[in-house]
C-alpha cells in the first residue's frame, strides 16, 4: 500500500519527490527571488542612494545612507530569524558599488563620475547574465535545466528529456529578457553621462529610477509570464533515483 501513494494530491510529507518539472521551476524560482520583501529590500538602498546624492550632492553620505538602511534592514531579519540572504545580496551590491566610486576617484574622476560609477556594476552583472543565459540556451543547456537537476539528485539526467529541455530553454530565455533590457536601457544613459552628452545629475536620477522600474517590476513580469507558460504544460519529472 504504503508504495502506491504516487497519485498526485496533496504531499503527506514535505520531503515527497514533486512530479512535474513546472513545479519545481515555479519553487525554485520563487526561492531565487525572495519574495515581495526580497525584492524590496533589494530597492531600498538604491532608491535612498540616489535620493541623498540628489539633495545633497554628498557621495560619501548618500553611501553610508543606502548602507545603514540595508543594515536596519538586516537587522530586522535577524530579530525574526528570517533568512538575511536577499540583505546580504544589496550590502554585497552597494560593496562592489563602492569599488567602482573608488577606481573612479582614483583615476581623477569628479563627484559627478563617481556617482555614476556606483551605478556601472549593475549595468556590468546583467551585461554578464544576459551572456550566460544566452549561451547556455545555444549550446543546449539551458540554466533552468540545472534547477529541475537540483531537485531531482541528478544535475544532468533532465537533458535526456528533449521537452524538458524545450520548456527549460524557453524559461531561460525568459529570464535572460529582462537582463537584456536593462543594459539597452541603462548603459546608454550612462555612457551619455560620463561623457557630458547629458547633465550628470540627470543621468543619476535616470538610473536610480531605471534601476528600481527595471528591477523588481520587470522580475515580475518575466516572472509572470514564466507562470503563464508553465500552466499551459505538465512536463513528468522522472525522479533520478529510478536510473540506479
Not at 533532465?158 to 525568459?174: A, F, G, S
Not at 536601457?185 to 531605471?210: H, K, M, N
Amino acid at each position: 500500500m504504503a508504495g502506491s501513494q504516487q497519485e498526485v494530491g496533496p504531499p503527506a510529507d514535505p520531503a515527497d519527490p514533486v512530479e512535474t518539472v513546472e513545479a519545481v521551476v515555479r519553487r525554485q524560482l520563487g526561492a531565487a527571488l525572495g519574495g515581495r520583501r526580497g525584492m524590496v529590500e533589494a530597492a531600498v538602498p538604491t532608491l535612498l542612494f540616489t535620493l541623498t546624492w540628489l539633495t545633497q550632492r554628498q557621495l560619501t553620505l548618500a553611501l553610508m545612507v543606502s548602507v545603514g538602511a540595508a543594515l536596519v534592514l538586516l537587522a530586522v531579519r535577524l530579530v525574526q530569524r528570517s533568512t538575511p540572504q536577499f540583505v546580504l545580496n544589496a550590502l554585497f551590491g552597494i560593496a562592489i558599488g563602492w569599488v567602482f566610486v573608488r577606481i573612479a576617484a582614483s583615476r581623477g574622476g569628479d563627484a559627478d563620475a563617481q556617482a555614476l560609477a556606483y551605478f556601472l556594476p549593475g549595468i556590468l552583472y546583467n551585461a554578464g547574465y544576459s551572456v550566460i543565459f544566452a549561451l547556455t540556451c545555444l549550446v543546449g543547456w539551458p540554466v533552468v535545466g540545472f534547477m529541475v537537476g537540483s531537485v531531482t539528485g541528478d544535475p544532468t539526467a533532465w537533458h535526456e528529456d528533449k521537452q524538458v529541455v524545450r520548456l527549460c530553454t524557453q524559461l531561460t530565455w525568459l529570464l535572460a529578457l529582462p537582463c537584456v533590457l536593462r543594459v539597452a536601457v541603462q548603459a546608454p544613459i550612462y555612457l551619455a553621462g560620463t561623457s557630458g552628452g547629458i547633465d550628470a545629475d540627470a543621468a543619476v536620477a535616470a538610473l536610480g529610477v531605471l534601476k528600481i522600474a527595471l528591477g523588481w517590476p520587470l522580475q515580475l513580469a518575466a516572472l509572470g509570464t514564466m507562470v503563464w507558460l508553465l500552466g499551459r504544460n505538465h512536463t513528468p519529472l522522472t525522479p533520478a533515483q529510478e536510473s540506479g
